[in-house]
């Protein structure tokens, strides 16, 4: 049986990065626990100083496949190169044909970028463009494939 996990990412304004996933995921808020109406109503019940509210953001997969995604808030910053990233299929994974694949990467790529991803490179496989290296609003790498 497989074990349910999550993602948590370290950043500096969970917030915005957590908005950021949602886009590039098509991921939404993550609905506060069962009898309260609202974070601010969960987090004022457990005494959560008013000044820690901001240090976290929660996301989830409206489907229910993915994993859950936490964004919590370090005061160090993003100091080399993820020794994990996501590779997210917006053109349909390498099974589709590159005519189809491709059109839909760049497309990605500049929804992205105009919510704050940043192009690092473009990738080329047996001569023609593969994939493209960006990074999300706090230079966290992931790949468009």
């Given at each position: 049986?497989?074990?349910?996990w ?11 990065l957590?908005a950021f996933?949602?886009l590039?995921?098509?991921?939404a ?10 974070w601010?109503e ?6 959560v100083?008013r ?5 976290g953001?929660?996301?989830t997969?409206?489907?229910a496949v993915?994993?859950?995604?936490s ?5 160090e910053p993003?100091?080399?190169k993820?020794?994990l ?7 349909g994974?390498?099974q589709?044909?590159w005519?189809?694949?491709?059109p839909?990467?760049?497309a ?6 105009a919510?704050?991803?940043t192009?690092l ?6 001569g023609?463009p593969?994939?493209?290296?960006m990074?999300d609003?706090e230079g966290?790498?992931?790949c468009?494939?």
């Amino acid at each position: 049986m497989a074990i349910t996990w999550s993602l948590t990412i370290d950043c500096a304004h969970p917030a915005r990065l957590a908005a950021f996933w949602a886009l590039a995921l098509g991921y939404a808020e993550k609905p506060p626990p069962a009898g309260f109406g609202s974070w601010a109503e969960w987090l004022s019940h457990h005494d959560v100083p008013r000044d820690e509210w901001d240090e976290g953001a929660y996301l989830t997969d409206p489907d229910a496949v993915g994993p859950n995604l936490s964004f919590l808030r370090v005061p160090e910053p993003k100091a080399a190169k993820n020794r994990l990233h996501l590779d997210l299929q917006v053109g349909g994974g390498r099974q589709t044909p590159w005519e189809v694949r491709w059109p839909r990467v760049l497309a990605a790529a500049e929804r992205l970028t105009a919510a704050g991803a940043t192009l690092l490179r473009e990738e080329a496989l047996q001569g023609r463009p593969d994939h493209l290296v960006m990074t999300d609003p706090e230079g966290n790498e992931f790949c468009l494939v």
